[in-house]
């Protein structure tokens, strides 16, 4: 069984930061792909950012400069740290961890329980 927990998120005024986590077992994070997709209330369900095992890593176009993804081998947890936040930001962000890639196109793999980010203009 694939467990992902999530934390992090909250609400911040636009142009503030939040950090959201994802851990996960040694076993999955050392060689699967995890990263974030979001989910805006009334829209599908959109990718975000995902790290390979290798630490590569690809974000949309539409958090490129404000997003930043990092991982602690030690804590087998990744994080999306987020700054400059917009309201278009707001939504449920949900971790999710792969054995492959092309996250970019399909929405497989293992999920964390979501995190609720609200961004105030």
């Known amino acids: 069984q694939v467990v992902l927990e999530e934390s992090g998120g909250g609400l911040v005024q636009a142009g503030g930061s939040l950090r959201l986590s994802c851990a996960t077992s040694?076993?999955?994070?050392?060689?699967?792909?995890m990263g974030w997709y979001r989910q805006a209330p009334g829209k599908q369900r959109e990718w975000v950012a995902f790290?390979?095992?290798?630490?590569?890593?690809d974000y949309a176009d539409f958090v490129k400069g404000r997003f930043t993804l990092s991982r602690d081998n030690a804590k087998n947890t990744v994080y999306l740290q987020m700054n400059s936040l917009k309201p278009d930001d707001t939504a449920a962000y949900y971790c999710?961890?792969?054995?492959?890639?092309?996250?970019?196109?399909?929405?497989?793999?293992?999920w964390g329980q979501g995190a609720q980010v609200t961004v105030s203009s």
């Open positions: 999710n961890a792969r054995p492959g890639s092309n996250w970019r196109r399909y929405e497989t793999g293992y």
């Open positions: 040694r076993s999955i994070f050392s060689v699967w792909n």
């Open positions: 790290m390979t095992n290798g630490g590569i890593t």
